[in-house]
T-cell receptor
Framework: AQRVTQPEKLLSVFKGAPVELKCNYS??????LFWYVQYSRQRLQLLLR??SRESIKGFTADLNKGETSFHLKKPFAQEEDSAMYYC????????????FGGGTRVLVKP | DGGITQSPKYLFRKEGQNVTLSCEQN?????MYWYRQDPGQGLRLIYY???????QKGDIAEGYSVSREKKESFPLTVTSAQKNPTAFYLC????????????FGEGSWLTVV
């Protein structure tokens, strides 16, 4: 089965510390990869996608095809980064379905 | 914010009853999706539709049904055949072009007692 794996269910870091959320996918090819974020009492929203190669709210993510990974990183975490983060991928050949990982809850402590 | 409206936000039903969750979008998106969100399991795809009058089963379609009679609407029925219906349900929509971004509704909490 084609999967997206987020091995950490919870990441707890102090404000100002680096944070890295791991995401691995199983697929041989070139999937489109995304990171979605869900802040408390807000709807799930797109954070960034690999084709844009952008930095959003200080977060970056690099696609590593060799390791089939798309880890999300931020060098200095802020308290407002506390949220649920989901890695996701879509495979055009599979009808544009978006498949999500299990999610990682990030808690940034003051 | 906005664009996709789910209702009701909270719903209680007795076991054995069917229940329909509403999802409406005014983004002119062709594709619509229903996901179920359970703790520790992320989001799992129930059904999706890429065009009006057509839809496909996702990964966990058993016990659910959908219809897509209008572009704007994609209601989900949770039938009595669904063994564990209590969950948080998310509707989403997107364009079908390259690099399509999926937009989510606020979700509906269904509790079956």
């Amino acid at each position: 089965a084609q999967r997206v794996t987020q091995p950490e269910k919870l990441l707890s870091v102090f404000k100002g510390a680096p944070v890295e959320l791991k995401c691995n996918y199983s697929y041989s090819g070139s999937p489109e990869l995304f990171w979605y974020v869900q802040y408390s009492r807000q709807r799930l929203q797109l954070l960034l996608r690999h084709i844009s190669r952008e930095s959003i709210k200080g977060f970056t993510a690099d696609l590593n095809k060799g390791e089939t990974s798309f880890h999300l990183k931020k060098p200095f975490a802020q308290e407002e980064d506390s949220a649920m983060y989901y890695c996701a991928r879509v495979i055009k050949a599979a009808g544009n379905k978006l498949t999500f990982g299990g999610g990682t809850r990030v808690l940034v402590k003051p | 914010d906005g664009g996709i409206t789910q209702s009701p936000k909270y719903l209680f039903r007795k076991e054995g009853q069917n229940v329909t969750l509403s999802c409406e979008q005014n983004l002119n998106h062709d594709a619509m999706y229903w996901y179920r969100q359970d703790p520790g399991q992320g989001l799992r795809l129930i059904y999706y539709s890429q065009i009006v009058n057509d839809f496909q089963k996702g990964d966990i379609a058993e016990g659910y049904s959908v219809s897509r009679e209008k572009k704007e609407s994609f209601p989900l029925t949770v039938t009595s055949a669904q063994k564990n219906p209590t969950a948080f349900y998310l509707c989403a929509s997107s364009t079908t072009g390259a690099g399509n971004t999926i937009y989510f509704g606020e979700g509906s909490w269904l509790t079956v007692v």
